[in-house]
């Protein structure tokens, strides 16, 4: 796996980022029944996955430069409408990036309505990219 490409988890929320720089990113979900609850609503945790993943991507892809990507150390996320299906936007945006750590907004909307559906805050820490192993495996 390249760090381009998702995790088989973020792959199978069904979460896609269409726009992506050092300071926001886009993307979008298309929600269903398989991210509902047993009362046929989405899960809350395919929010949080989603404001952990837009902003962990947003983050790192901001310091991939400095040889760093970045980790979630706190995510606190609301759920403010429920929902079944249909389109979900996903804006996320940089409100603060120092040398060590990072803070990230996350809105998810609903697109036929624009009501927002769930918000977040992520505080990221900045880490070293991990040494590629040389190691033979056999």
């Known amino acids: 796996m390249t760090r381009t490409e ?9 979460f896609v980022v269409d ?20 009362w046929g609503v989405v899960h809350g945790g395919l929010f949080t996955t989603i404001v952990e993943s837009a902003a962990s991507i947003g983050a790192s892809f901001a310091v991939n430069e400095y040889g760093q990507f970045a980790v979630g150390v706190h995510n606190a996320t609301d759920f403010l409408r429920s ?10 945006t940089a409100l ?4 060590t750590q990072q803070l990230w907004e996350v809105i998810i ?3 036929a309505s624009s009501k927002v559906l769930a918000r977040g805050q ?7 990219l991990p040494e590629k192993s ?3 495996q056999g």
Do not use: I, M, W, Y
């Open 6 to 14: 998702s995790s088989e988890f973020v792959a199978a929320t069904g």
């Open 19 to 38: 726009e992506l720089n050092a300071t926001s990113l886009r993307g979008h979900v298309q929600l269903g029944t398989n991210h509902h609850t047993p």
């Open 83 to 92: 929902g079944s299906s249909g389109l979900a936007l996903v804006k996320a």
């Open 96 to 99: 603060h990036q120092g040398r």
């Open 109 to 111: 909307t609903d697109d």
């Open 122 to 128: 992520l505080r990221l820490q900045n880490v070293p």
């Open 134 to 136: 040389t190691e033979v």
